[in-house]
């Protein structure tokens, strides 16, 4: 099931609901042709994929969220665990980050377009 998200508040007690839990959170719209053709894909991943959580914006009814995720272009699916947007830096090992390289993390898991086998790709890197 995708959960639809109206606002900040809602979907920051959606990401708190989910735990450890992997959260996909894809950014559309209505009037969008690629929006369309993911919705049904995206859609059956959430009832493929029973331990990650979906949610489903659109960037014309919640434009605060929009602005505060920072969506340039829909589609855009942005992956969060722990409540958090999963980065590079969230993903390095132990001994990576130890050693004090001072890098900072890019949000590699976000992703613009209508890619499903991406998608699924990062769904199951990330689960």
Known sequence: MVQIIKDVDELKTFLKAAGCKLVVVEFSAKWCGPCQRMYPLVHAMS???????????????????????HI??????????????????????????????????????????ADAQK????????M
């Open 119 to 126: 998608l699924e790709a990062k769904i199951q890197e990330l």
């Open 72 to 113: 340039k272009a829909v589609p855009t699916f942005q992956m969060f665990k722990q409540a958090q947007k999963v980065t590079l830096f969230s993903r390095l090992k132990r001994a990576i980050c130890c050693n004090g390289s001072g890098f900072m993390g890019e949000p590699i898991f976000e992703f613009c377009g």
């Open 47 to 69: 009832l493929q994929y029973r331990n990650v959580m979906f949610a489903n914006v659109d960037v014309d009814d919640s434009r605060e969220l929009a602005q505060t995720y």
